[in-house]
């Protein structure tokens, strides 16, 4: 499909929520247009990620942007970033995996853990003493026996 002509007039087929329409032109190869019968319209980059060996791996989406007139993608706009992300993956890299990256919940190595933040509680209450790790077992036990008082308990 020659989508330089034909996106803004392309709709979703009827009975279907989305249809994905792909570029015929070689040089665009993997550009796609997800047209949804909501009428928001996405632009993708479709491709084979790069394996370390060479070959071609499974295939990946990048999501371009939103289509539309501006401040939206039009066409033009979306083969811009799309040829950057195409030059990414020829030379080797992934985009899929530098936004999974990107988008990753950052760890703390300091962060604490709610465990190790109830066991500072039980010291700052009840004083660092030899007995602590038995209130800790005794806390868990009762936090376990607040589910059987609220008749969650199952029966045999």
């Known amino acids: 499909m020659d989508l330089r002509r034909q996106w803004r007039s392309l709709q979703c087929p009827r ?5 994905d329409y792909h570029s015929d032109n070689e040089e665009l190869r993997g550009l ?3 047209v949804r019968a909501s009428g928001v319209n ?4 479709q491709y084979r ?10 295939t990946e989406r990048v999501t371009i942007g939103r289509a539309g007139a501006p401040p939206l993608l039009d066409f033009e706009g979306a083969k811009g970033k799309y040829i950057s992300l195409a030059m990414a993956v020829g030379a080797g890299r992934n985009p899929a995996d530098d ?3 990107a988008h990753a919940t950052p760890t703390h ?3 604490m853990t709610v465990e ?3 066991h500072d509680f039980l010291e700052e209450e009840y004083g660092a003493s030899t007995a602590a790790p038995s209130r800790l077992a005794a806390s868990k036990t009762s936090v376990a026996g607040w589910g059987m008082r609220s008749g969650l308990r199952q029966s045999n």
Request: net charge positive; charged share 20%; proline share 6%.
């Open 15 to 19: 009975g279907k929520l989305q249809y």
């Open 32 to 34: 796609t247009l997800r």
């Open 42 to 45: 996405t632009w993708f980059y």
């Open 49 to 58: 990620a790069p394996l370390p060996s060479g070959r071609k791996g499974k």
């Open 99 to 101: 936004n999974r990256n």
């Open 109 to 111: 190595s300091g962060a």
């Open 116 to 118: 190790a933040c109830f």
